[in-house]
């Protein structure tokens, strides 16, 4: 039972994974993500861990993958991916060989600690939440607070990185005239180089007004 | 008392499969984090590769018997977390700039 269950997800998991990485779209790729951690969940559950399967399912595919499909529509991504003008095939077999190598060092790696018998029993402190809870708030408190400032530090950060640029950014990226005026920035410099970077490369786009102000999506909604 | 006799010793399953599932899920993840084009599909394959090692966490924390395991990947997965919103909100910020998160065209460096 436990064998057949083993496969079943195991197989889950190794089928939706290669959809994540060879599906073309972004959307897909994340939707099959979802499939893949249930199935990771599902093995956790009978390797004794009900917990973090349920943390995984919550976290993961109920806020991680959410943020990340909302990023994906956001930014209209799906679908649109150029490859290597030349080169790819030889960029992908070299990529597939050496993924190949570090599985199999990874998998030498791993093994020896384990004999192929199978495991003891589960036993009750094992899979008991109480016990995980006692180690969790008593021997691991410290990094615990610590992934709690972590956490704080990341939802500043990401808000500061993510957020509209403001008015003196955007005239002093945009406007010939106001470059002056609004000098010493770095961002004017910035637009300035990755624009000139864009033109080295054989632009593909038009040397457009930098900074995000004439973008028909998302940052249509509020000119300050 | 169920959890416990939910696994049979006689057809339980051998820790060193879970290990080569996972050893199998990290190949797969960097193979995609390797070949893929999209900003966001690297990191979708980064967030397999990051399953791949849970649950070699999780296997190792059964075959020894300890809570250990478990609790490294409840810190993996806040991590993780927070990676995630610092990389989209990067990806948000760069394609404001750029117009894309195509990793071909986000070579500023290069030059």
Do not use: C
Not at chain 2, 85 to 95: N, Q, R, S
Request: net charge neutral.
């Amino acid at each position: 039972m436990e064998m057949a269950v083993f496969a079943l997800f195991a197989l889950l998991a190794l089928g939706s994974s290669l959809v994540v990485i060879a599906h073309k779209s972004p959307i897909y790729s994340t939707l099959s993500l979802v499939m893949t951690l249930f199935s990771v969940a599902v093995l956790f559950v009978l390797l004794g861990a009900p917990f973090i399967a349920t943390l995984q399912l919550l976290i993961y595919a109920g806020a991680i993958l959410v943020l990340f499909l909302f990023v994906i529509m956001l930014l209209n991504v799906g679908g649109r991916e150029e490859g290597l003008p030349g080169g790819h095939r030889l960029q992908l077999i070299t990529s597939v060989l050496g993924a190949l190598v570090f599985t199999a060092m990874l998998w030498m790696l791993l093994r020896p600690a384990l004999g192929q018998l199978a495991p003891a029993p589960l036993t009750e402190e094992m899979v008991s939440l109480s016990g995980l809870a006692q180690d969790l708030f008593a021997d691991y408190l410290l990094p615990f607070e610590i992934v709690g400032l972590l956490l704080l530090v990341a939802v500043i950060g990401a808000t500061v990185i993510a957020r509209r640029p403001t008015p003196e950014e955007l005239s002093g990226g945009g406007g010939m005239a106001e470059a002056g005026a609004a000098a010493a920035g770095p961002a004017p410099t910035y637009a300035a180089w990755a624009q000139e970077a864009d033109r080295a490369a054989g632009g593909a786009r038009p040397a457009s007004v930098p900074g995000g102000s004439g973008r028909p999506g998302g940052a249509a909604g509020g000119k300050p | 008392m169920s959890t416990i006799h939910l696994v049979n010793e006689s057809t339980a399953v051998p820790v060193s499969w879970y290990l080569l599932l996972a050893a199998a899920l990290f190949g797969i993840g960097t193979i995609g984090a390797l070949t893929r084009r999209n900003g966001i599909s690297i990191f979708l394959s980064i967030e397999v590769m990051l399953n791949a090692a849970n649950l070699a966490l999780i296997a190792y924390a059964r075959q020894l018997d300890q809570r250990t395991g478990q609790i490294l990947v409840f810190f993996v997965l806040a991590v993780a977390a927070a990676e995630a919103a610092v990389g989209l909100a990067l990806f948000i910020a760069v394609y404001r700039q750029r117009r894309t998160i195509d990793i071909n065209r986000i070579n500023l460096m290069r030059h």
